[in-house]
Structure formats: C-alpha cells, structure tokens
C-alpha cells in the first residue's frame, strides 16, 4: 500500500482516504471543525455552515517586495472532498468570526431560552457558542412564533428551538423509513412539518424508539418524562467542552 | 489578586430591570473576593446602595434583566448617559430571558386573562402610575448599545469575578470553558 | 356530491385525471400540483393527501413542495389571484399607487383574501416584463402596462365575475420590443438550418468550442466544455442516459430576453438543444419555463409539434437512423432559486427547489442522476446558429475572450426600454445612448446580483472579461434614489431564499430589516457596521450564487451611493432596533392612556412596517 494521502489543516498535516470529506479526515485525526447539520452516520448535506473552512489561500509578494495573502475559496468541509496537499484553514480569526456569526443568526433566528430547555448543557449549538466564546446573540430577536406539539403519547416537538438542520428529516427516511419528518416553506418560512394531514406528531407511525427521536442536536425533538434529569455542572458540555476528544465526531470505519 | 490598581476607584452603578435579581444575588456570590473589590471600585446607583439615580461620571453601569416597560427604558437610558462602560448581565438582559417566553402571546390577550373579573368584564388598571408594558420584551442591546455581556442565568460567582477583574485590569473579558454558559 | 366543490368541480375526478396523464410519476409532482390547482383552485390538506397516495410519495414531501413554491397555494386565495410584479422598474413606473387603488376599490388589504373569498391581491418578484410595466399577473398570465383606468376597469371585470379568459385580448398584449438586432436577431435562419448543416458530433463539438462560445446564463462556462465533459460522462443505474435541458427560468429582476426568445425565435432555442443532444448522446431534452411565463406553454408546444411534423425532432430526425431526440416542456412555480442549475434539477424531478451540493456536477451526476447539460435559453440559440453558420464566423464577433453578441433587456429611466443585442464589447455608454437614457446616474447591469455601475464607470464594457451580464440592464437617472434600489433588492433576496443555508436564510433577511431601520430614520453607523458584517457571511459562507451575491447591490451602493444611505442615517451612533413608541402601542389600546408618560418622545418617526412586523401588530 502506498503512502497515505495527506492535507494541512492550519498547517498541520492530515491524512485521508479517498473519498473523505476534509471534516471526516479532520475528527478522525483528532482535529475539532465545528459542525451541526454534520453527523457521522448520515450522508452530508451542508447546510448550516458551521464547518466552513478557506481552502488553498496564497501569498503572493508584490513588485514593491509586499506579501498580500489572497485568500482561497471558502466552502463547508463537511461536502468538501479532501484533496492531496491542499491547505485548509479552520481555526484562524476571519473563519472564527464568521462562525461566531453563523450561531448569532441562529440564536436570534429561533427562541432560544436555554434556562428552561431540557436540552440545556448537551445541546450542541449551545456547546459551540460556549467553545466558540458567543457571549450574546448580537442581532435583533426575531421572537418568532412558533409551535409545540404534544400531540405524540412519549416525543414532544417545541419547534422555537429548530436550527432546520434536516438531521431528523434524513434520520426518519434513511433508518427509519417513515419519512416522519419533512420540510415546507422557504427562506425565512422554512420550517419542520410532520408526515400527517393534519400536521401532527400523534398522527404519524413515529416511535419513541426511532432513530429520528435521538438525532436532534438541539432542544426540539424530546422524549417526555425525561428532562433536566443529570444535575448541572455533570452535564455533557459542563465536563467537556464540545471541541474536547473530536474523534467522538469522526465516521465509523465502515460508513467511509 | 493580579490586577494593577487604578489610580482612583472605579464608580460600578447596577440594577435590575426585567430580571429576577437572581444575578445581583450571584453577584454577592463572589463572597469574600466583594472586598477586594471595593477596594477597587466604589458603588453607585444600585440595589446595594440606596443612591436613586446615577451620578454623570460613572465608569461602568451593570444591568440584570430585560426590557418589558416604558419605566425600563428610561433607567437604561440614564445608565447609558451616565457610564462609560455598560454591561448587560444575565440571559434576561441578553435576549430577554424568561420574561420574553410572554413574547409569544399578545400582550393583551394576556392581560385580559389576567384582570378578567367573573361577571364584571376586564379592568386593566390605567393608572398613569403604572409603567405601561412593551408589546414585547426586549434585550438591552435592542434599545441601547451594550459593551459588554455576562451570560449565565445566573451568570456564576466566579464568572462574574473573572469577567470584573478582567475589565478593571483593562483586559477584554473573556470566560472560557466552565464559566461560559447561557443557563 | 362528495367531492364536487363550491364551483361544481369534481375534485376527485379532477385529480384521478391529472395524475392518471402523469401516470402517476413522483417525478413529475411540480405539472402534477400546477394542473390540478389550474382546475381546483388551491391545494387543500386534502388534496395534497390525494396527490402524495396517487404518487406514492410520502405526504409530507407533498406539502414540502406545495409550501416551496411562491405559485401553489395551500390556502385559497380566491377565483382571481392579483400579483402585482414588484421590482424597482414596477416601483418606479409607480404600482405601489396602482396596486392600493385597486385594493380600495376591492375592499380588501393587500395579502388577504376579500371577504366573499373571490379575489385576493399581492406582490411578486419582477415577472420579465420590465419594458411594458407596471405588469401584474392574473390567475399567473401577464396584463402589462397598467394604468388607473386598467385597474378600473379591472375591478369591474371581477366584480362582475367575469372568467379571465373573457377579458379584453388587449390587457395580455405582450411586446417583444426588438430594439436592435445583430447576429443573433438579424440572422436569417430557417427551421432545420443547423441540423442540416451537422456533421458527426465530435466536429460539432470541436466547432462550439472552437466558437469561444460562453454561457448567457451568468456564470459564463466555456459551452463547448461543458458538452464535452458531459458527452464523456456514462450514465449510471437501470436508466442510462444524457439529458439537455434549457434554463428558462429567466429570474433575475430586469432580465426578459429568454422571454423574446421563447416568443419569436423558439425554432432557433429547439434547434440548440436539438444539437446539443446530439453531441452529447442525448434523446431528451427539458425547458424549464418559469412559472410566469405560463402563457408561453401552448404556443411553445405548437412550435414543437411543428417541428415534429417537419422531422426536426422526434426519432430518426431528418431521416437519420439512431438521431432521436425530443423535447418537453416543465413550467416552474415562481421560484428565483430554481434558475440557479442544480436547484432547476431538482424541481425537474418534482421537488424543493433546493440547490444541490456540488461535486458532483450536473455534466456528471444531472436530471435523476444522469448527465445532463444545462443551458440558458440564449446559449442555446447561438450554439444552433454556430452550428449553422460556422465557428469562424461566430468568433469574429465581439472581443477576444468574449465572442458573439449578447441580449440585453433594458428597463427604467430611458426612452426606449426594451431588446438590444451587441457584439460583446459595447460600452455602457454607448448602450445609454441608444436607449434614450439621459442624466442616468447609475446603471444596475446583470440584476439584482449583478453591479451596480456609477458614471465615471460608464467607459467599461459589457464583456466576460468586464462586465459579465445574464442580460438584465436597469437604468436609473438622477432622480432615482439609489438606497431604495438597493433596499427593493435587499427584500427581493429575502422573498426568493430557499432557506436551506443559515447564512443566507438567516442573513437576507436581517440585511432587509436593517435597510427598513435606515429607511425609518432610525439608522446609525452600528446599523452599518452590522450590515457590513452580514454581506460579508452572506459571501462567504452561503451554499448557493443567491446567498453569495445577496448583499451585492447593498455593497455596491454603499460604496458608490452613499450619501444615500448617509442622509438617513441618525446622528446618534445607535438606534433601538424597534420602534420604541409603537412598542406602548397595545397597552395605549387597552387602558385608553395617552398621557405623556405612555409615549417615547426620542423616535418620532415611524419605521415603515417591514418583514419583522409580526401579523397582529397595530400599525
Ligand atoms: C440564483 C441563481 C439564479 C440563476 N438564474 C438563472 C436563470 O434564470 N437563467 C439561466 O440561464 N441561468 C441562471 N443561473 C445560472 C445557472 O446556474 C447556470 O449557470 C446556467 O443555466 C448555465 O447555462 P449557461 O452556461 O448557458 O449560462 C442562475 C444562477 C443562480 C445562482
Ligand atoms: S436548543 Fe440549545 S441553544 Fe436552544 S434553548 Fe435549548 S439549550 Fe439553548
Ligand atoms: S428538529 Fe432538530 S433535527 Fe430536526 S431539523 Fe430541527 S433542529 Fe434539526
Ligand atoms: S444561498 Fe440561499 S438560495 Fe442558496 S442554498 Fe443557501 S439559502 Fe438557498
Ligand atoms: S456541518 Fe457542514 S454545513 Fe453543517
Ligand atoms: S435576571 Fe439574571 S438571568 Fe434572568
């Protein structure tokens, strides 16, 4: 077998297999990107641009002896393939920013009262905003209304908290087969609707034990009668921060 | 404690607006360390004291809770008039918190409900008195600008030490795993 | 009768026929929803059930599709739905005023559907026909230029419940308003000329590429190239194929030269995808018709079905054995997105216009996973008219790096609004000269993604290698307000987001209600700051060319406009991000106070209602 393949993220060097997004090469090397709408067992999609990276940025030194740096293409590297000898930037001022951004726009797109969510210190867009040091979620609430349903006998669905990382919609059709889940709306309307005509969770076959009841990494899809069950300061994100041990991220083997 | 020493006291005005005064009591939370700290800084308009309104030369202004009444309003105008620095404290005064949960029914609606009388129709007190409410409620940092923010509901004891003795040390506050933390 | 609605329409049978054409196919699920809604009205819960069990498709994909798009309602709105075309040239040529007139006079409030349910009006994004406006669609077909006396007479019309095909021929006049003709226009060209002249299809190839020929859509990709690696490509799984399809979504404020094409030179557009199916192996071929552009359906059939007759496609075309190739047409349902070429892809196969991540390519991985070559309608044009007349020919026109002509659609402040085609080359001022423009103090070129051009720019070129245009070309003269262009777009970006990435999902909308902030006086330099912040993620971060050009005419203009923005701009550095006043304004309701101490007196003006404002807030 020849030489592995190799990338540098943030100069350090990287190896993958053909085929790898540069995040899949990335957590199984131990290198944290942060992701949402990325899950090790489903196919990407890319749309929450939290793993946005700069790909291939050079410098170049002008005619009077000055470096200007021109930056490379940015794009997710959760879709991105990982290509031999490419330089990625993850973790540098400008992507950091940009990041940063991107939770804010969530924060104020959704109602996020952490306090009073049960998903409070597991949830991972919280997990981000703490490790990328979010203080406050910068632009004007939208403190848009929205629904919970608690039309199912063991999920509840509190639709303030949804990022519309699709994650269950793809868990529900993938794994589940049920297709529980979809979208409807667009742009600013876009929103989480349940396979039934009447709307509801109860009218659909979903299961508490379906895949798509444990995929939501953020407070929406619930289990009832369980909540705010490990105390705080033991819970996950109050041990470890969310960047901590990322190959808990990486693809299992088999998936790649 | 590392930080250098100004050379005069910083004046820290603070107060609750549509908050639970859950933060201030976190804020006594620093313990012992409140000694340090007033070697540091003395306190101006604030719960603690009983100074009613703020002197013109405040160095910083901490405020706990949202923005839900017209009476809000004008105490975070007078902090922002009056303090170099304004702070806001807490997830209430952040993004509104929990009294913001009432943003998604119509305030009248709500109040309706609340001053229903059986048999004798809604009497919703209009005394000029009464600070009318918002149609919502608001995070500071929609109605003034904010320089800084504290989550935490409350925001811990250490974080909130961390995060002052950052600021008088002429640091940019920052909180980090374990103090950072929006609950 | 179960199932016979208040108009006596049979509902079920009306479905059972419409999906029995389709033959039930999931992937034709956008015509399924379009005929029957055409017949039924709207798409009821139930209706949308009916659908998803004729197609076997999970309901929820159904209502997904349904609530995508601008044109399937799954509420009623009415026996005549009024969309008044709201691009800044429908502004400027003032249906702001129309459009309340004509809701006076129906009683109603814009949005909302009038009391007897039987009409309902509202906006919608340019409809291409920024030459003949202020336009606005009935039941989806065209009127143009609107006038208070067209208005009036409109509303008598519904009044009096007369059905829209009985309205005057005159009110759906549209005009081609050919301007200036070069090689494309002028060109005399016959139906069959570029098939006759076709030799194998690698020389054909050879001859597109050899033309310099560049896509007309926007992105302006080497043609030639694109067929090249899509003829290389195999098709994959139990259906191998090639697929051409033509981009007719013609969505970009300003644009409506696909329009022109489609209306009077369609032999021309067929025979383009004819040969482009030809080079790469394909049989199949799609336009997709924006959905505005309905009105255009039957006469494009009938121009197939000539060209049918004639040999010119179907199989064995011109008599030749294993040359099979034909063509469908698939309308859109008002969705800007779906003009962006893998979003177009997947609403051909009856989905959410969602653009589609990329590697895999189109060439590669297209329609259901084929390859498939996807070109604008112009592109296709002059790739038959190189096959019929040569690349030498074709290359001799234009620049170096740009050859041939382009289209441009001219709209706004000049005398002679309507179709120019130029060598590339041309300089925008010698464009505003031929149009009749005068005092124009800038000029918005390639849409509302596209540059906005300010007069000391006005030597540059229409060009790639300049400016790069799909064709839409705004004028605005000096007594334009170049913030308000700015913020129609800004808005126009909110409407036509898919929603799928969080930065543009998330950041059109935010940069529009930052414009409505500094459009209300309340804006500060913090306002600016931030919008400076949202441009730029929506930039970098976004998954598709809307997001990333989103904040184009928000940059442009303030760097080249920005006393505009300047003189509105408070002269206190922050401003509540709501209006603090109309925030007491339910509790000034309900206990009757208006004392002085129930109003703000620091924000006397009041911000306009934008997006943001929530249903239930009094004005
Ligand atoms: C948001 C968006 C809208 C677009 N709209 C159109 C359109 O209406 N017509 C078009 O031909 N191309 C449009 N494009 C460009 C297409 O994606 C694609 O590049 C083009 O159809 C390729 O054809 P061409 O190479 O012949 O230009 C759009 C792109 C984006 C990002
Ligand atoms: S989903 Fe996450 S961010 Fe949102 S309220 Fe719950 S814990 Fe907070
Ligand atoms: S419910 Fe959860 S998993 Fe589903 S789209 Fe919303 S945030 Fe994602
Ligand atoms: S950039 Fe906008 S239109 Fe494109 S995928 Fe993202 S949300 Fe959709
Ligand atoms: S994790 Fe890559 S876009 Fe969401
Ligand atoms: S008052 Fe401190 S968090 Fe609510």
């Known amino acids: 077998m020849s030489d592995p393949k190799t990338f540098f993220l943030d100069e350090e060097e990287i190896p993958f297999e053909e085929g790898q997004t540069i995040i899949q090469a990335a957590l ?229 | 404690m590392n930080a250098p020493l100004p050379k005069r006291k910083l004046k820290v005005a603070t107060t609750s607006l549509a908050g639970c005064f859950g ?161 | 009768m179960p199932g016979v609605n208040s108009n006596g329409v049979d509902e079920d049978a009306v479905i059972g026929e419409v999906l029995s054409r389709h033959q039930s196919d999931p992937t034709r699920l956008m015509q399924i929803l379009r005929e029957v809604q055409e017949r039924i009205d709207w798409l009821s819960p139930d209706t949308l059930t009916k659908v998803a069990e004729g197609t076997r498709l999970p309901r929820g994909r159904v209502e997904g599709v349904a609530g995508f798009y601008h044109f399937f309602h799954t509420e009623p709105l009415g026996r005549y739905r009024m969309l008044w075309s709201d691009n800044i040239t429908d502004r400027m040529a003032g249906n702001a005023d129309l459009m309340a007139r004509m809701c006076k006079k129906l009683w109603l409030k814009p949005g909302r559907v009038s009391e007897d349910g039987l009409v309902s009006v509202d906006t919608t994004s340019c409809t291409g026909l920024g030459d003949q406006g202020p336009a606005l669609l009935v039941n989806y077909r065209p009127v143009t230029r609107m006038t208070p006396e067209r208005v009036d007479r409109i509303v008598e019309l519904i009044r009096h419940k007369t059905p829209v095909a009985e309205w005057p021929a005159e009110f759906f006049k549209v005009e081609d308003n050919i301007r200036r003709k070069d090689a494309l226009l002028g060109a005399d060209f016959q139906p069959g000329d570029a098939l006759k002249a076709l030799k194998s299809p690698q020389e054909v190839l050879d001859a597109v590429k050899e033309s310099g020929l560049r896509g007309r859509g926007g992105a302006g990709f080497s043609t030639g190239q694109k067929w090249e690696f899509c003829r290389a490509a195999v098709g994959t799984g139990a259906h191998p194929a090639h697929y051409v399809v033509c981009n007719a979504d013609e969505g970009e404020p ?44 039957e006469p494009l059939n009938a121009v197939l079905e000539k060209r049918r007759a004639a040999k010119l496609l179907g199989k064995s075309i011109l008599g030749r054995t294993g040359f099979d190739f034909d063509i469908e047409i698939h309308l859109g349902a008002g969705a800007y997105v779906c003009g962006e070429e893998t979003a177009l892809l997947e609403s051909l196969e009856g989905k959410r216009g969602v653009p589609r991540k990329r590697p895999p390519f189109p060439v590669t991985s297209g329609y259901l996973g084929q390859p498939t070559a996807v070109n ?42 309507g179709i120019y085609e130029y060598p590339y080359g041309v300089k925008v001022s010698q464009v505003l000269a031929d149009c009749g423009a005068h005092d124009t103090q800038a000029c918005q070129i390639a849409g509302a993604s596209g540059l906005c051009v300010a007069p000391n720019e006005f030597g540059r070129r229409i060009a790639f290698e300049d400016i790069p245009t799909g064709g839409s070309f705004m004028v605005f003269d000096n007594t334009r307000d170049m913030f308000q262009v700015a913020r129609n777009f800004a808005h126009f970006f909110v409407h036509e987001s898919c929603g799928f990435c969080t930065p543009c999902r998330v950041g059109t909308t935010l940069l529009a209600n930052a414009m409505d902030k500094i459009d209300g006086g309340h804006g500060g330099e913090y306002d600016i700051n931030d919008i400076w912040r949202v441009i730029r993620t929506l930039k970098t971060a976004s998954h598709c060319g809307l997001g990333q050009t989103a904040g184009n005419c928000v940059a442009d203009t303030l760097q080249k406009f920005r006393p505009s923005y300047e003189l509105r701009l408070n002269v206190r550095d922050f401003e509540p991000a709501f209006d603090l006043d109309k925030a007491l304004s339910k509790m000034r309701e309900v206990t009757g106070r208006d004392d002085p101490g129930a109003h703000f007196h620091i924000a006397h003006r009041k911000s306009r209602a934008g997006i943001g404002t929530k249903a239930g807030d009094p004005a």
């Open chain 1, 28 to 256: 199984s090397a131990g290198k944290f990107i942060p992701h949402l709408c990325y899950h090790p067992e489903f196919k990407p999609h890319g749309s929450c641009k939290l793993c946005t990276v700069r790909i291939d940025s050079r410098t170049v030194t002008t005619e009077d002896g000055q470096s200007v740096k021109i930056p490379g293409r940015a794009a997710a590297s959760c879709t991105t393939p990982a290509q031999e000898g490419q330089h990625v930037e993850s973790e540098v001022p400008e992507i950091l920013d940009l990041r940063r951004t991107l939770v804010q726009m969530l924060l104020v797109e959704g109602n996020h009262y952490c306090p009073s969510c049960e998903k409070s210190g597991k949830c991972m867009l919280q997990g981000l905003a703490y490790d990328l040091g979010v203080m406050d979620p910068h632009f004007p609430q939208y403190f848009s209304k929205r629904e919970v349903d608690a039309s199912h006998p063991d999920i509840l669905l509190d639709f303030n908290r949804c990022i519309l990382c699709e994650l269950c919609v793809r868990a529900s059709a993938e794994v589940d087969k049920k297709n529980v889940f979809a979208l409807s709306g667009r742009g600013n309307t876009k929103h989480l609707i349940c396979n039934s005509e009447s709307g509801k969770l109860g009218d659909t076959n979903m299961a508490a034990t379906d895949k798509a009841a444990d995929v939501c990494p953020v407070g929406v899809i619930l289990h009832k009668r369980h909540g705010f069950e490990v105390p705080y300061g033991q819970r996950r994100f109050d041990i470890a921060p969310i960047s901590d041990n990322p190959v808990q991220y990486a693809p299992v083997k088999e998936q790649v």
């Open chain 2, 23 to 183: 933060c201030h009591m976190s804020f006594l939370d620093i313990d012992e360390r409140i000694l340090d700290l007033v070697e540091l800084v003395e306190f101006d308009r604030s719960p603690i004291t009983d100074i009613k309104h703020c002197s013109p030369d405040c160095d910083i202004g901490i405020i706990e809770g949202g923005v839900c009444n017209a009476e809000n309003v004008h105490v975070l105008h007078e902090f922002r008039k009056n303090c170099k620095i304004l702070i806001a404290m807490g997830a209430c005064a952040i993004n509104g918190g929990l009294p913001a949960q009432r943003n998604s029914l119509d305030i009248r609606d709500i109040l309706a409900a609340v001053y229903a009388q059986p048999g004798r129709g809604v009497h919703i007190p209009n005394d000029p008195e009464i600070p009318l409410l918002l149609n919502e409620v608001h995070p500071l940092h929609e109605v003034v600008r904010i320089d800084y923010f504290l989550p935490g509901c409350p925001p811990s004891g250490d974080a909130i030490w961390k995060f002052l003795t950052d600021l008088l040390a002429g640091r940019t506050p920052t909180l980090g795993h374990g103090l950072i933390h929006y609950d």
């Open chain 3, 376 to 417: 604008n309608v112009e592109t296709l044009a002059s790739a038959a008219l190189i096959a019929a007349k040569g690349a030498t020919w074709y290359k001799s026109i234009g620049t170096p790096k740009s050859a041939g002509t382009k289209i441009l659609s001219i709209s706004g402040d000049c005398e002679r609004p």
């Open chain 3, 254 to 297: 300003g644009t409506f030269k696909d329009r022109v094409l489609l209306s009077s030179y369609a032999d021309m557009v067929f025979e383009g995808m004819t040969v482009s199916g030809y080079v790469i192996g394909a049989r199949k071929g799609f336009v997709y018709l924006r959905g505005e552009y309905r009105y255009l359906l």
